[in-house]
């Protein structure tokens, strides 16, 4: 079954520590995104990654850290330094180019305690 | 910086009512359209796009939007909704001279009574 794959669903963890968010797609596409979601605040993009080893800072970079080291992982770290860390975390990808769909994960809901 | 606006945060419409969900979306040059639903515990999926040629598109489940290039609006429509209709809608905008990145609207939230 072809998807995106994001573990786990929900997460806890205590503030100050960093926590590495999963996400895998065996879609074979090219381009992988994340994207946080606040209640009345739609998708705000975090980071993404339009080729292995290659990735851009979105809207809401900071306290964040990505890496792209193969085709179908894009794993992101929030860190210590993210102010306001809890939130639901939604990973998507798409073939790359711009009329591409994006696909997306299940999601991680991440609570800091 | 580029934005996408949806203009209701929650619509609240009785079965058989007709939906339409407003979405516009700031100058940035050549745009694809795209409009997500998300339904409780579900993934968000793709509702349609618009990349070029017929402004009206029709997408899944009875669904369509219109582009109008002079107004910057993608209004997402349909004539007659059901209760599995329930859901909350987002509008996104890819910019082409931009990437392949998403700006999403804040999303409206969907209530239908049966």
């Known amino acids: 079954d072809g998807g995106i794959t994001q573990s786990p669903k929900y997460l806890f963890r205590k503030e100050g520590q960093n926590v590495t968010l999963s996400c895998e797609q065996n879609?074979?596409?090219?381009?992988m995104y994340w994207y946080r979601q606040d209640p009345g605040q739609g998708l705000r993009l975090i980071y993404y990654?339009?080729?292995?080893?290659?990735?851009q800072k979105g809207d809401i970079a900071e306290g964040y850290s990505v890496s792209r080291e193969k085709k179908e992982s894009f794993p992101l770290t929030v860190t210590s330094a993210q102010k306001n860390p809890t939130a639901f975390y939604l990973c998507?990808?798409?073939?790359?180019?711009?009329?591409?769909?994006?696909?997306f994960g299940p999601g991680t809901r991440l609570t800091v305690l | 910086a580029q934005s996408v606006s949806q203009h209701n945060h929650h619509v609240i419409l009785s079965e058989a009512a007709s939906l339409e969900l407003g979405c516009n979306y700031s100058y940035g040059g050549t745009v694809n359209l795209f409009w997500y639903v998300q339904y409780p515990g579900q993934h968000l999926q793709l509702l349609l796009k618009?990349?070029?040629?017929?402004?009206l598109v029709k997408g899944i489940k009875g669904f369509e939007a219109e582009f109008i290039k002079s107004k910057f609006s993608f209004n997402l429509r349909k004539p007659s909704v059901q209760w599995s209709d329930t859901a909350e809608y987002f509008c996104?905008?890819?910019?082409?001279?931009?990437?392949?990145?998403?700006?999403f609207g804040k999303g409206t939230t969907l209530s239908v009574s049966s």
């Open positions: 998507a990808s798409s073939r790359g180019g711009p009329f591409n769909e994006q696909f």
């Open positions: 990654s339009q080729i292995v080893n290659d990735f």
């Open positions: 996104a905008v890819n910019y082409q001279k931009a990437g392949t990145a998403l700006i």
């Open positions: 618009y990349f070029s040629g017929d402004p």
């Open positions: 879609l074979n596409h090219d381009a």
